[in-house]
């Protein structure tokens, strides 16, 4: 088995792809060990000091470091961590894990059809973008008073130094472009 890895725009993340499918559909975030509970792999990578965070997305796993390590101290333990378990043939979710989607609030009339075009250009313009960098955006509510759009930042993007220019830039940008009703951007913790 090879696994690759590339850089993020974050330095602190790094994106391992396995050849294989990681979720297939949809990503899931652990951010600690005890999250981590609910995949074995991601146990398994948080078992290893020095990581803070980890990411599954559709083939890929992205790995937040922290602080205390550097990634040539790091890279060789979690790229086995993956391949032993990818080679064991184990889940990648225990039972009850469920991989994340956008937020599941019901929305009424207008307010409905406009989340829906927000929802549309994050999973088919975005969200593939954003993908290639290691990490996912997600919808997590639009204010239709307002015109704010509140989005979840995750994997290499939560935390990058350059995820709130790609949030203003791109994202708000794309966003008002295409539904004049939003106005603005905002990231929800």
């Not at 790094?14 to 995949?39: C, I």
């Not at 890279?75 to 080679?87: G, Q, R, S």
């Not at 989607?101 to 009424?108: F, I, L, P, T």
């Amino acid at each position: 088995m090879f696994i690759q890895t590339e850089a993020t725009p974050n330095p602190d993340v790094l994106k391992f792809l396995p050849g294989r499918d990681v979720l297939g559909q949809g990503t899931r975030e652990f951010r600690s060990a005890s999250e981590a509970m609910a995949s074995p792999l991601a146990a398994a990578i948080f078992d290893l000091d020095g990581v803070g965070r980890v990411f599954f997305g559709p083939d890929f796993v992205t790995v937040t470091k922290s602080d205390s390590l550097d990634w040539p101290q790091l890279k060789a333990p979690v790229l086995a961590a993956i391949m032993e378990h990818f080679t064991s043939n184990a889940p990648i979710l225990s039972d009850g894990g469920e991989a994340a989607g956008h937020d599941a609030d019901v929305y009424e009339g207008d307010v409905a059809q406009i989340v829906a075009e927000i929802k549309d250009l994050l999973d088919t313009r975005i969200r593939p973008a954003v993908a290639q960098d290691g990490g996912d955006i997600l919808f997590n509510r639009f204010e239709a008073a307002t015109g704010v759009v509140w989005l979840h930042m995750r994997g290499a993007c939560a935390g990058c130094p350059s995820s709130s220019a790609t949030l203003k830039s791109g994202v708000e940008n794309m966003l008002k472009h295409y539904v004049p009703e939003v106005t603005r951007v905002e990231q929800a913790l």
